[in-house]
């Protein structure tokens, strides 16, 4: 079940992608071939507008082929400008992100709504000897915005212990106020000492039971829409700085998952959430792992490394400022040199899923 779950996620994922270059190379006058679902030889396909739509043997994504360069009335996506082609390439992370703020907007209107308001202030904690209170909402954190409580606690996961400065906004006056994190060393963590107030979801699908959901306020239908907005914006937040702090070393190489990770996380959420929640919490919880994915993907694909689309997009600025094409036969080599970078890190990543399977 967890294989079939992780390629359906996989699938959607890289067929939004490639759905994103397709629609821009139309847009573009660039001549698309055949656009695939899934990998292998073809099951069956239909031609429309000259061009072939198929479905695949394997489940395993989908690819977009274009026309590279011009024959008769067919446009070369080689010979497009190259203001096109960095739309075209731009396109596939673009959808990337759109398929993550979608599905988070979606699961908005159907999980509960974190707020930056404070519901109650723990005793003897930072916040208490701060003078903060219970219906405080908080603005910023060390001049940093805060939406919703996984912007707090994101917050509180970076800190070192440092005083944080903290704007409050109670009733309609605004209050700055200072405290040093307390650290729980069972946890390994920096708390301030507060719990968030969370709004019930406004569509219900078993994450309260129906005496529980009369207490909780329940969100209405712009509140869902804009915690969903924050949290997608927040996922892809997370992720640019993820991939930053992997090149910066604050986090370790062997941390990173492959598709064997992720199947096994997949697998080992879908049982434990359906489990104990149901079905319908247990697709929630795939929802958001492929708003996740998606958002890893289209930031992945935009580093400038040859063979990915933000490799070509480095091509297309050098010639931009050369005001000169690269020959096709050097962006061949460098394709072909970051593919072979990219499948020993693929084995060195998929090393590490096993081991830690083992383990």
């Not at 920096?190 to 219900?204: E, W």
């Not at 005001?323 to 394709?335: A, C, D, S, Y």
Request: proline share 4%.
């Amino acid at each position: 079940m967890s294989v079939i779950l992780t390629l359906i996620i996989f699938s959607i994922i890289v067929v939004i992608h490639e759905w994103g270059h397709m629609r821009a190379a139309i847009a573009c006058g660039v001549n698309v071939e055949e656009f695939a679902v899934g990998m292998g030889p073809k099951i069956f396909g239909w031609e429309k507008n000259g061009r072939l739509y198929s479905i695949r043997l394997f489940p395993l994504g989908g690819f977009c082929r274009m026309t590279d360069e011009t024959a008769g009335d067919k446009k070369g996506f080689m010979d497009a400008s190259v203001w096109k082609r960095i739309i075209i390439c731009v396109a596939g992370p673009f959808m990337n992100f759109v398929l993550a703020l979608a599905v988070m907007i979606v699961l908005g209107m159907m999980t509960s709504v974190s707020t930056t308001q404070i519901e109650s202030v723990r005793e003897n904690s930072p916040a208490l000897e701060a003078g903060i209170q219970p219906r405080d909402k908080i603005i910023s954190i060390n001049g940093k915005r805060m939406h919703t409580a996984s912007d707090v606690n994101y917050a509180m996961f970076g800190s070192d212990g440092s005083t944080m400065d903290i704007v409050l906004k109670r009733g309609g006056e605004r209050i700055n106020v200072s405290l040093t994190p307390q650290y729980l060393k069972d946890e390994d963590r920096y708390i301030m000492g507060v719990v968030m107030l969370s709004k019930a979801p406004m569509i219900d699908v078993g994450f309260y039971d129906r005496e529980e959901i009369k207490t909780v306020p329940r969100a209405n239908l712009w509140e869902s829409v804009q915690s969903g907005c924050y949290d997608g914006l927040f996922t892809l937040r997370v992720t640019a700085e993820s991939i930053v702090m992997l090149f910066t070393r604050d986090i370790a190489v062997d941390e990173l998952s492959g598709p064997i990770g992720v199947t096994t996380v997949v697998g080992d959420t879908y049982q434990t959430t359906k489990k104990e929640s149901g079905t319908a919490a247990s697709i929630i919880m795939l929802a958001n792992i492929t708003a996740l994915l998606s958002a890893n993907l289209g930031i992945m694909n935009l580093l400038p490394i040859p063979a990915l689309d933000g490799g070509r997009l480095l091509v297309y600025v050098v010639e931009i400022i050369r005001r000169k094409k690269l020959p096709p036969e050097k962006e061949g080599m460098l394709n072909l040199a970051g593919f072979a970078i990219l499948m020993l890190f693929a084995v060195f990543v998929a090393f590490n899923d096993i081991t830690r399977i083992i383990k």
